[in-house]
Every structure is written in structure tokens, then in C-alpha cells.
């Protein structure tokens, strides 16, 4: 399903992000990518969303190539790979309901089938109580969840999530983990990057990626 | 419908930035206008002048008036010339006459008529270059009977010089004035995507289409510019208007030709079009990677 071959990225400033980094990712697999700031988790994730291209070596997602993926597919790539983010990335001036309805309207939903999908995303959160509210009345747990389910409208195979529990104190982190665990049972691949050491060596039975200076020093399924 | 209501939206959202914009592409196209005012007078000027340019061949004395006949005939035939009139010996002491009030006593006294019969060529529109009114004044001049031909040739290069003049400065000024509306209206939809940037990064992240990022701008951008043009229109209009009403140095002032003004609101507006078109590639394109 992902499949990452001998990838390296440089940036013009920053120079190498990655060094020759190769792993795969199966269908409805759970990964952790671990490693310290900078180590290059970020810099992963961003080439399996095609939001940047690798220098060297290839991105294999579903059956689109970095090599020869056109400008026009990237759209359809990113339905199939679902974001999400640290610092949630919500839109302060919509409530939750909307901000899933943005999503469902910017990929071309029929407008008489969105609320009531707005409403089964949100209830698969468990957030259909709060629907009505801004994200600025939302606890850090609620927000993520919120993007959470924003990030399911395009109905993704793959989940992709950077630091998704970095601002979320550990009740909150922890119920935002349990959700891509049931997402993940429900068949959703689930790559998450994370720094928290505890966290991941609380979950020894998920697979472990390793980055550290750009460089893939560990896989625990290998 | 999505982008109009984007577009309208995105008006709403900075209507302050949005009438500056449209007021700043507006007088920079009003200096086009103006411009293109004066460009159009001048040139309706020269195009007077043009018009009555002709070359004029004098005839010697005992020419009958079967060569004359045949003369014009084959004169009229040439693909330059538009009209050929024949003025006799009397007809040119007539007009004498009439035209040179203060000779008259010279004219009174002459027993002998010593003014030459001439043919006057008229030429063609797109025929009155240097080049052929100096070849048709030769043809005339070819003529065995045409004692000389004349045609005022310095100053028909001087009325080329100063037509070439006009469209060199025209092209000048046209160009850099739609370079600033350019440069204004890049500026306005830059600014309106940044202010907009949170949003568009979510619709890239969800998997929205370029087109359906980018058309509420591009739209924002022709009507920037389509607004920008009728503005300007509305102020040459009003400068055309005072204009000779303050100054009794000018008569009157020719308006613009219907195509020319609409082509420049339609211009204007294209303008703008293409100038989003700029902006918005280069802001939102970034984040789908190469083409």
C-alpha cells in the first residue's frame, strides 16, 4: 500500500532531510515513526502525501508513483490518504459541524448528502454532541477529534498523523489513540509519527519505525 | 456558482482592499485612456492631413485633350491612387483669382494666361507612405507632357516621422501603464490568497482540485480588472467632457471609437484575468509539486 525505496530528501537550505530510507506499509497496518525532532518523521509523511517529491528514490502509494504521478492525480492521492495534524489545523470561524462540511464540499459531495454524513463522522468520533461548537470551545482532545473526522470525510485508505497527540494531555492523547485503533480495525491503514518514547513503548505490539538524523535506524517488524 | 459565490465572498471578507485595487488598476488605466484619447485625436489629425496630401503634376502648354483623357484614365488605374482631377490653364487662373485676393491687379493686367494646367492625385488610404507617393509622383513625372511633379516630400517624412512617433510612445506608455495594472492586480489576489491561506492549505490537504482552488480567484482577478477598466472608462469620459469646456484652445475633441472602448474594458478585464492567473499559480500550485 506505501512503500517507501531508498528515499532521500535534500533541501536547497536545509540540505539532507532523509537518507536512504526504505520501508512498506501493508494494507490495514498500524505503524508508529518514531524519532527526535528532526530526525525526518515529518519529512515522511509529506512525501507519502505527495506534498513534496523525493530527491532520490521513489514513493509508492496505492498505484501512484512519485516518479511519474501527473500534477492532476495528486488530488485523488490525497482522498486516499487522510492528514492530520499537531495543531489540528481547523478553521477558528466554522463550528466542527462545518469545518467536516468544508471538507466534504471542497472534494465535490452532493450538498443534500452532506449533513448527514457531517453527522455519522462525527458520531464515529464521538463528538456528535458537539457539533454546533467553535473550535475555540473545544478541549485540545475534541479539537483533534474534529480533524480527526475531517480527515475521514474523503473516506481514506490510509491515515496519516503527525504528532496527532503532541498537544493533548495523556487522557486526551490516549483517547485520540484508541480512535485510530478502532479506525485501523475498521481497516485503515494508520501511520503515526510520533516523539513520545513512554507512549510508543506502552504500545510494544504496534510496529516501531525509527528515524534518527534522517537515516531509518529501526523497524521493529523486521 | 461555488466561484462567484467565493468571489463575492472574498469582496465582502476585504471590501477596503478590494475598492483600492480597483481604484489603483482604475487611474492607472485612466492614464491609458487619456492617453489613448489624445493618441486617437492626434491620429485623426494626421489622418486629415493624409487625406488631402496630393501630387500634383504640371502640364506644358500643347497638350490636347485626347492625351489627357488617356492620361487620366491610366492614372485612375493605378492601384494607389484614389481620385485624379484635371484643373485646366483657366480653371488654375480662376481659382487664382479667387484664392489670391491681393494679386488682383496682377491678374487684371495679364494678357496671357501663364498658369499651367496640372493633374491633382488623391491616394489610397494605406498608399500614403513616403515611398509611394514618391513612386506615383515618378509616374507622373514619366509622362512626356509633365513638365514637373511635386508632392511636398519633406514634409511628408516629417508626418510619417510624427505618425511613427505617436504609435512608438502609444506602444510605450500602453505597455507600461498595463504593466502597473498587472503588477496591481498580482498584488491584490496575492494578497487575497494569503489572507485566505488557512483555508486553501485545508483544501489541499483534502484532496481539492487546483481548478476548484484557484477559480474563485481568477474570477476576483477579471472582475478586479473588469471594474478597474469601467472606472477608468467613466474618468476619460469626464476629462472628455471638461477638457474642452475649460480649455478654448481646444475645439472640440473626437470620443473614442465604440470597439476601442470596449476593447479596453474587455482588455482590462482580461488583464486582470491572466494576472490572477500569475498569482494564484504561483501560490496555490506550489503545494502539487511539479507539473
Known amino acids: ?222 | 456558482m461555488r466561484a462567484v459565490r467565493e468571489a463575492l465572498a472574498g469582496f465582502r471578507r476585504t471590501p477596503l482592499l478590494c475598492a483600492l485595487s480597483i481604484g489603483a488598476v482604475g487611474l492607472s488605466l485612466v492614464i491609458l485612456g487619456l492617453f489613448g484619447l489624445v493618441a486617437h485625436n492626434v491620429g485623426g489629425a494626421i489622418g486629415d492631413v493624409e487625406r488631402r496630401m496630393e501630387v500634383v503634376g504640371y502640364l506644358l502648354d500643347d497638350v490636347g485633350p485626347e492625351q489627357v483623357r488617356d492620361a487620366r484614365r491610366e492614372l485612375e488605374a493605378l492601384p494607389a491612387v484614389e481620385s485624379v482631377r484635371y484643373v485646366s490653364k483657366n480653371e488654375a487662373l480662376e481659382r487664382a483669382r479667387r484664392d489670391l485676393v491681393e494679386f488682383s491687379d496682377v491678374f487684371g493686367e495679364l494678357r496671357v494666361n501663364p498658369l499651367p494646367a496640372s493633374f491633382h492625385l488623391r491616394l489610397r488610404e494605406g498608399f500614403r507612405t513616403p515611398e509611394t507617393v514618391s513612386e506615383t509622383a515618378g509616374t507622373l513625372a514619366a509622362y512626356p507632357f509633365i513638365e514637373e511633379a511635386r508632392f511636398g516630400d519633406e514634409w511628408v517624412e516629417r508626418l510619417f516621422a510624427l505618425r511613427s512617433a505617436a504609435a512608438a510612445i502609444a506602444l510605450a506608455l500602453g505597455g507600461g501603464f498595463a504593466l502597473v495594472a498587472v503588477l496591481l492586480i498580482v498584488t491584490t489576489v496575492r494578497m487575497a490568497v494569503l489572507a485566505r491561506g488557512e483555508e486553501i492549505e485545508i483544501m489541499q490537504i483534502v484532496g481539492a482540485r487546483e481548478g476548484y482552488i484557484q477559480r474563485p480567484f481568477l474570477l476576483e482577478g477579471a472582475v478586479t480588472g473588469f471594474a478597474g477598466g469601467l472606472l477608468a472608462l467613466g474618468v476619460t469620459r469626464l476629462a472628455y467632457v471638461v477638457f474642452p469646456a475649460r480649455f478654448a484652445a481646444v475645439e472640440s475633441l473626437a470620443w473614442l471609437p465604440h470597439p476601442w472602448t470596449v476593447a479596453g474594458v474587455a482588455g482590462a478585464a482580461l488583464l486582470g484575468l491572466l494576472a490572477a492567473a500569475f498569482s494564484v499559480h504561483r501560490e496555490v500550485g506550489r503545494a502539487y509539486g511539479p507539473s
Open chain 1, 1 to 222: 500500500m506505501i512503500s517507501l525505496r531508498d528515499v532521500s530528501k535534500a533541501y536547497p537550505r536545509a540540505g539532507d532531510a532523509l537518507r536512504g530510507v526504505s520501508f512498506r506499509l501493508r494494507k490495514g497496518e498500524f505503524a508508529f515513526l518514531t524519532g527526535p525532532s528532526g530526525a525526518g518523521k515529518s519529512t515522511v509523511l509529506e512525501l507519502i502525501h505527495f506534498q513534496t517529491r523525493p530527491t532520490e528514490g521513489e514513493v509508492q502509494v496505492s498505484r501512484y508513483n512519485s516518479r511519474r504521478v501527473r500534477r492532476r492525480d495528486i488530488p485523488a492521492l490525497r482522498r486516499r490518504v487522510g492528514f492530520v495534524f499537531q495543531d489540528f489545523k481547523l478553521l477558528e470561524r466554522l463550528t466542527a459541524a462545518e469545518n467536516v462540511a468544508f471538507a466534504l464540499e471542497v472534494i465535490g459531495t452532493p450538498r443534500r448528502e452532506i449533513a448527514g454524513r457531517v453527522q455519522r463522522l462525527l458520531s464515529q468520533v464521538g463528538l456528535a454532541a458537539r457539533a454546533s461548537s467553535r473550535p475555540s470551545e473545544l478541549s485540545g482532545g475534541e479539537r483533534q477529534r474534529v480533524a480527526v473526522a475531517r480527515a475521514l470525510a474523503t473516506e481514506p485508505r490510509i491515515l496519516l498523523a503527525d504528532e496527532p497527540t503532541g498537544n493533548l494531555d495523556p487522557d486526551a492523547a490516549g483517547g485520540v489513540f484508541e480512535l485510530f485503533r478502532m479506525l485501523n480495525h475498521l481497516g485503515t491503514a494508520v501511520l503515526m509519527a510520533t516523539h513520545d518514547a513512554d507512549f510508543v513503548r506502552r504500545h510494544r505490539e504496534i510496529r516501531r519505525l525509527e528515524l534518527q538524523g534522517g537515516r531509518l535506524v529501526g523497524d521493529s517488524a523486521a
